[in-house]
């Protein structure tokens, strides 16, 4: 039997971000050669690779990427502010975990185009003056990246607020931070409109927001029940096409394009011919999916975020590793954070069970009484007068499916969540099967070369995810040429 919507919410949430941290040793590895004989050699891998093959910053061991920070801030902010979305708290947070007075401040940042790199002084051609050089990776701290660089102009320096605090990025950002968003408001009409927001706060951009919600349909189906992740596109493909649909957004049909052409080009494929790619026949588990989606180099973090939020749904969070879970810096606050997001599924069950029970008392004492109109049979088997216990039977009153309230903690109160106000009194019935692997997400991050210069991409490396054009050819050979044009300090591994 698949897991209870309660427990695919969380696995979405906790599966995101620990894949993240699985992700970081080896994030933005671009040769895929060097990173699959670096994987060879190390003691262990792909995930939390030892030793760790990442040039371009450092962090410790099971610390969250960019992007995971992000979706841990949105995450707090949800769960502090009783289930809503406060775009002011979460702009303060991603300050707090981005800003000043946090790792990210090295001192290779400007002080004085702040929170910008300094620039390394170059000769005519363009090659950095080794004897003048003022940073060199890897950082020894994380990395701030574009989206994060545009935030903290507009709300630190420039004190603007939402929506103006968001950059104007159209990266991949977006689509790595739902989880905690489709985990509270899934089979809610609230739940665009605050991966929307959410996004916004950081992106200011139509692109950004749209395939970030592209892909919010795409996870709450399998957050509701559906089997497999091919099956969850081909349902939001349809969802985005049909002109009745809630929230529609000016990128729509771009999305449901970019879906549908995913899903073309995969579908009949062979396992040899589709490398590491969907393969609806396959039934990976969530270590496989993960490992495989870090194993392709790249933006491992981003990629492997998305795959980890699909398949810790489908598994649900008993489908992730113990071991990665401790690993994980924060792993033990996520999984606080996630039960009191979502609800534990324990007094769900409980719940069921007496619901059952009590139905089965009330037709045992229905036929007793068509047998003995004077009398039914009482708790020990006695009988009792019919009057006497008329008092104590009572209708039950159906689960709830659908969320009335979004404060999932009513009055206040944070120890004990409403998960009727959830929306997650609901039971899903099918089998998770499904497969979802890397690179349908190649290409996300910014370029080699923008890394370099401290800057970030917006071009063929945008939004990605299960979005990405996994066909194009023009994508795939600008990627050929990069690699070609990588330089000593892109060299991963010596």
Known sequence: MAAAIP???????????????AAVPVHWCYDPAKLADHLKQAKSGPAFCDPPGNVFYTTARGGFSCYGEQSMALLESLVECHGKLDAED??????????KASPYEVEAVDQENWPELKTNPTDAEGNVIEAERKWSMPLPGPWRHGSIKGFLKNFVNEKKLYPECGSTDEQVDGVCKVAPVVALFAGDPNMLPTVDTAVRVVQNTDKAAAFACGFARVLEKLVLGTASVQEAIALATKELMDPERAFKTTLDDQVAKTLERVVGELAGLSHS????????EAEPTYVEAVEASIACGGCTASRASIAGACFGSISSAEGIPVEWVATTTQGARVQELAEKLVGE???EE?????????AEALAQMAKAMAANPGAVLGPDGEEDEAEDVATEARPLTPLKSKAEDRDIFADGETEEQDEEAAGLKRWDKTNATGALISPLFEGLGPTKEELAAGQDGQGSSVIG????????KADAEERAEAKEAVDADMDMFG
């Open 7 to 21: 427990a695919r919410a969380r696995g979405a949430v906790l599966g995101s971000l620990v894949a993240d941290a």
């Open 90 to 99: 979460f702009a303060k947070r991603l300050e707090a975990r981005f800003g």
């Open 273 to 280: 011919d589709a490398g590491m790619k969907l393969k609806p």
């Open 345 to 347: 599924e324990e007094e």
């Open 350 to 358: 409980m719940m069921e069970d007496d619901a059952e029970a009590e």
């Open 465 to 472: 995810g299960l979005l990405k054009d996994v066909g194009d």
